[in-house]
């Protein structure tokens, strides 16, 4: 029988008094203190659209956003409509944390925008693409890629949307994989010490796991990140027949997805109202923790497509960054490089102070092939290496029932 927690008596009464006299907890970002790297008078607030309106905007505007509908969230080379894209993840994700975000009485614009800005960057082949690129990036120029990174860099770089300090640095920090019981916002004043921060996470990849949002708005985002794919991996991989969703140890957050979200939000709440922190109590972190390591052992080690990716889509990506490297140095115009991508960069009407193909040609590299999709990578590869052995294998709708065709 599921079992859903629900707010505390004392601080339904409180949260209700707080909304009928006014006096809500202000531990909100005002708008008043966003930073921008120019002033530009259109990104101006309005009594029609808020300061952070304009950034959610800019991100849902944003070439790339496109591309989350056809980027694998933990199933690749899976035909099902019904197993999570990052579209939908994405969404979730700015679900879940509007809703922490509203009781606690923060800054939803703020929220929303991280949320769907927050995975803009990653790579095709979900995170098994993501250790593929960086080790490429890492063997060719000594830098290292990290999709929260670089979807600061699309945001920020690849099209300068001037986007605010504190959407960039919430998308920077927004690290699902590293839980905490306790978000306490780290202090950030300018550009330049974000810069220094970003650039840091190209050196020194494990800086980023040490990562922590300046705003409780990042904070919430975090943690919804978590809570957004823990139980929703588990209702995909029950639909592969991969688990059973009710194999999972019974816990304070329970087993399925919607009672891990119910709880730990509820838990969130009670534990983070009118506070300048984010926090779970032990029993429900605990249980947290205990539900990541059942999903790590049950449904990503054991991915069925993961020997598939290494064997294939990781050789194919290492072809394609080789391929596109000479042709970007050697200046073929009629490339993919320079067609589908540099071409397509610069036809987006934002002003950047130097020519996007000027850029270092590894970084350019990189960003063209975190911006692909699962099935246009397959593709790409396929028109560059018509001749190659490597080919990729899609389980389809039908794959799983007995053989013997379909008989009327």
């Not at 809703?99 to 990653?122: P, Q, R, V, Y």
């Not at 063997?139 to 300068?160: C, E, K, M, Q």
């Not at 987006?348 to 990189?366: D, L, S």
Request: proline residues 4%.
């Amino acid at each position: 029988m599921p079992n859903y927690e629900s707010l505390s008596p004392e601080l339904t009464r409180r949260i209700q008094q707080d909304k009928a006299a006014g006096t809500q907890p202000k531990v909100g970002f005002d708008d008043q203190n966003i930073l921008r790297r120019h002033y530009v008078p259109t990104d101006r607030a309005t009594v029609w659209r808020p300061a952070f309106v304009h950034d959610i905007d800019k991100i849902i505007h944003c070439p790339y956003y496109n591309r989350y509908s056809d980027k694998t969230q933990v199933f690749s080379l899976i035909r099902n409509d019904d197993i999570t894209r990052r579209s939908l993840h994405v969404q979730l994700v700015s679900r879940i944390a509007r809703t922490i975000g509203s009781a606690l009485h923060l800054n939803l614009d703020l929220i929303e925008a991280i949320a769907l800005g927050h995975d803009m960057g990653h790579s095709p082949f979900a995170h098994s693409g993501e250790i593929y690129l960086d080790e490429l990036y890492f063997a060719h120029a000594g830098r290292h890629f990290s999709h929260s990174i670089h979807s600061v860099r699309v945001l920020d770089d690849i099209f300068p949307l001037n986007v605010s300090l504190q959407v960039l640095d919430g998308i920077a920090c927004h690290n699902g994989e590293i839980e905490l019981a306790e978000y306490t916002p780290a202090s950030l004043g300018s550009f330049a010490e974000f810069d220094t921060m970003i650039e840091g996470c190209y050196e020194d990849s494990r800086r980023v796991r040490k990562l922590m949002p300046s705003t409780l708005e990042g904070a919430v985002v975090r943690i919804s990140d978590i809570i957004a794919y823990l139980g929703k991996d588990r209702q995909d991989a029950a639909r592969m027949n991969i688990v059973n969703e009710n194999d999972y140890d019974m816990t304070c957050i329970g087993s399925i997805n919607a009672e891990i979200i119910n709880n730990l939000v509820v838990n969130i709440i009670e534990n983070s109202y009118g506070k300048p922190y984010i926090r779970l109590d032990d029993a429900h972190f605990a249980a947290l923790k205990t539900a990541k390591q059942e999903n790590c052992h049950r449904i990503y080690e054991a991915a069925s497509t993961r020997a598939k990716l290494d064997t294939t889509a990781k050789p194919m990506m290492g072809e394609i960054y080789g391929q596109m490297l000479t042709d970007l140095r050697l200046g073929k115009d009629y490339s993919p490089i320079f067609r589908h991508h540099i071409s397509y960069v610069n036809q987006t009407h934002y002003p950047r102070q130097t020519p996007y193909e000027k850029e270092e040609p590894n970084q350019i590299v990189v960003d063209y092939i975190a911006s692909m999709t699962d099935d246009y990578l397959i593709d790409l590869h396929h028109y560059l290496f018509p001749d190659s052995s490597l080919r990729v294998e899609y389980t389809g709708y039908f794959d799983d029932q007995e053989s013997g065709g379909y008989h009327v």
